[in-house]
C-alpha cells in the first residue's frame, strides 16, 4: 500500500509563486514515475507534469516554462514548483504513483490564483 500526502496549496495572486509537495510512505520501491495532476472546477482532472525514469520529465502545453517537477528520492517526496501563476491554474491538484493494479492518488491540494 502507498499513501501520498499533498501540501503547499494556498491563495496566490497572479504572477506568483506555490511548490506543491507530495510525501509518500508505504511499499514504494522507487518514487520512478510519478505525476502532477489537477482538476479545476467544473473540468475533468489533467496531467499537469510528470516524472519518469532517468527523471525525464515531460509538461502539459499550459504549463511548459512555468511549472517545473521534481523529486527527492531520499525523502520520498515529488515537488511542482510553480511559478508565474496565473488564474486559469486555479484547482485542486493531486499526485498519482502508478501502482500494479490501480494507480495511487493523494488527499489533494487546493491552489487559488486570484487577485
Known amino acids: 500500500q502507498v499513501h501520498l500526502v499533498e501540501s503547499g496549496g494556498g491563495l496566490v495572486q497572479p504572477g506568483g509563486s506555490l511548490r506543491l509537495s507530495c510525501a509518500a510512505s508505504?511499499?514504494?520501491?522507487?518514487?520512478?514515475?510519478m505525476g502532477w495532476y489537477r482538476q479545476a472546477p467544473g473540468k475533468q482532472r489533467e496531467l499537469v507534469a510528470a516524472i519518469i525514469h532517468g527523471g525525464s520529465t515531460s509538461y502539459a502545453d499550459s504549463v511548459k516554462g512555468r511549472f517545473t517537477i521534481s523529486r527527492n528520492n531520499a525523502k520520498n517526496t515529488v515537488y511542482l514548483q510553480m511559478n508565474n501563476l496565473k488564474p486559469e491554474d486555479t484547482g485542486v491538484y493531486y499526485c498519482m504513483k502508478p501502482g500494479a493494479e490501480s494507480d495511487y492518488w493523494g488527499q489533494g491540494t487546493q491552489v487559488t490564483v486570484s487577485s
Open positions: 508505504g511499499s514504494i520501491f522507487r518514487l520512478e514515475v
